[in-house]
């Protein structure tokens, strides 16, 4: 089982909220600007026009004939403060603003979060599929995507068996979109869940008390994926990070 103390979780927590507290953390993000939306190819608060090339983003500055492409997931661009990236969903290109200036960032107070509780660090199993497969779900700006898993998690509360679908990560780490009882009540709609690589037999540690928000309830401009069927969990899951604080 896991050797993490309640005061590693409490460390834990200060650096969470330090990192999303950063200058171009998750709650400056203040737009997602999709090209194919982007009227005469312009962004509201940049200069100039801004349109798909054989699969980049090209900018043409205003008057003095500057030009210059932005690789889909690749560095960003500035313009004052505000950072510029690309990226793509699906094939479809978008632009992110990330600004320091935010009005969420200015009136973060912290992330609530429930009481750490040993009783939610559990001994689970991944199972991984024989194929990846994709599974179509709504996201957060109203959108159906395809989300990759790749395998399922297996773990027992209260005497009974439960599971998730979840992705490997390219560190081998386990990732899913989970929700419960609580959602949308005590804590955010759904939630974020990661655990260690597992084992070479699948074992794995299973920490509630480390459940995310995921970064759409930082802010609007995020299109996290809803969970997919059969990750809502059947019961109240009081643990991990539950809402954002304001001031």
């Not at 429930?114 to 779900?137: K, N, Q, T």
């Not at 490997?168 to 009540?185: K, Y």
Request: charged share 25%; with cysteine.
């Amino acid at each position: 089982m896991s050797s993490e103390t309640e005061q590693d979780w409490k460390n834990w927590r200060e650096r969470r909220a330090e990192s999303v507290a950063a200058p171009y953390g998750p709650l400056a993000l203040t737009g997602t600007y999709w090209l194919a939306d982007a009227e005469d190819g312009k962004i509201p608060g940049l200069p100039g026009e801004w349109r798909e090339q054989d699969g980049s983003v090209v900018h043409q500055g205003d008057g003095d004939g500057v030009f210059g492409r932005l690789e889909p997931e690749g560095e960003p661009v500035l313009f004052g403060e505000k950072r510029i990236v690309a990226i793509d969903r699906e094939g479809l290109l978008a632009l992110r603003i990330w600004d320091p200036a935010s009005d969420a960032r200015r009136d973060f107070a912290g992330i609530g979060a429930f009481d750490y509780d040993e009783r939610w660090v559990v001994p689970a199993v991944f199972r991984p599929y024989p194929e990846g497969r994709a599974v179509r779900v709504p996201h957060a700006d109203g959108r159906e995507r395809g989300l990759g898993v790749s395998g399922e998690l297996a773990f027992t509360v209260d005497g009974t068996e439960h599971t998730l679908a979840v992705a490997v990560e390219e560190d081998g780490t386990l990732w899913g979109v989970i929700a419960d009882a609580t959602s949308g009540r005590s804590s955010y709609r759904f939630r974020f869940l990661r655990t260690p690589a597992p084992a070479a037999d699948g074992r794995v540690v299973l920490d509630f008390n480390r459940t995310l928000l995921p970064p759409c309830a930082f802010a609007d401009a995020f299109v996290c994926p809803f969970p997919p069927p059969g990750n809502t969990l059947p019961f109240a899951l009081e643990a991990g990070e539950s809402k954002v604080l304001t001031s």
